[in-house]
């Protein structure tokens, strides 16, 4: 089965682009498709849109096919495993023991989507004591991820922490990556070397923050992220005033749909 973007099937029917993403919004308006191998992607600015479509729906240009229809497509996609690049995903939680649970059922509802899942815990939440072993969290992260690739990371609090320190140093490189709950202020007070970490940081992100996230509100990560002049990343900010994150189907979500998304880069959209 092939797919089109929205600049060849512009090309194909020798329409302009705007029209092309009106009826693709239509289809996208009858039928739930986002995160499910083809969909709409937006940017920071809700300015650039990008389809992957199927040549199947885009022979009924420039009507719109039946619900019925376009979800049959998306079956015989979903069987033919479009994108050809599947990914893993690496699952890091918070500091605290109760995250381990947490980072659980984030793992149980995204199981269906990604061919490979890891849990990575904590040693730790095994022996007890207080704060996370960077040193030795990074050098077991590493030594799992070596011969890996095509995978993602879904980190929360510290496990941010971990995943920017292992880009840093060249331990780790994983396509893309969402944290949720980044905590700045607070790794400052325990010497992390965060704003030395951020400045070779380069993957694509999702950041997901509370709005008044007593660690580190949204609006904090927002100006860091300026002040650092960090490009190709996405940020949601999300009603909160806690550090727990337990709204899970809308993570799931997240981590579904960022399989499909692209990188922003200069206020480009590049196909990831």
């Known amino acids: 089965m092939k797919l089109l973007t929205v600049g060849q099937i512009g090309k194909l029917k020798r329409v302009p682009l705007k029209k092309v993403y009106e009826w693709a919004l239509q289809i996208r308006k009858k039928v739930n498709v986002f995160g499910r191998g083809w969909g709409l992607i937006i940017d920071e600015g809700d ?54 649970s947490w980072i659980e059922k984030i793992e149980k509802k ?45 980190a929360k609090s510290a496990g941010t922490l971990l995943t920017m320190r292992g880009v840093f140093e060249g331990a780790i490189k994983p396509d893309k990556c969402i944290f949720v709950g980044t905590p700045i202020r607070g790794v400052r007070k325990n010497d992390f070397a965060v704003d030395d970490w951020i400045q070779k940081y380069n993957i694509y992100t999702l950041y997901i923050q509370h709005k008044n996230d007593p660690v580190y509100s949204s609006d904090e990560l927002k100006q860091y992220l300026q002040n650092n002049k960090r490009v190709g990343y996405a940020f949601m900010e999300i009603e909160g005033k806690s550090h727990d994150y337990l709204e899970y189907e809308f993570l799931t979500k997240q981590i579904k749909d960022i399989v499909y998304k692209v990188k922003i880069t200069h206020g480009y959209v590049v196909w990831s």
Do not use: C, Q
């Open 47 to 100: 300015k650039y849109y990008r389809y992957l479509m199927p040549l199947e729906i885009v022979d009924k240009f420039p009507n719109v096919p039946e619900t019925d229809y376009v979800e049959r497509i998306i079956k015989k996609y979903e069987k033919a495993k479009y994108p050809d690049k599947r990914f893993s995903i690496i699952l890091l939680g918070g500091n605290s023991l109760k995250n381990k």
């Open 110 to 154: 995204v199981k269906p989507v990604f061919p490979d899942t890891y849990v990575h815990y904590y040693k730790h939440w095994e022996t007890g004591k207080e704060i996370i072993d960077f040193d030795y969290e990074l050098n077991k992260l590493s030594e799992f991820v070596k011969d890996r690739k095509n995978y993602i990371i879904f």
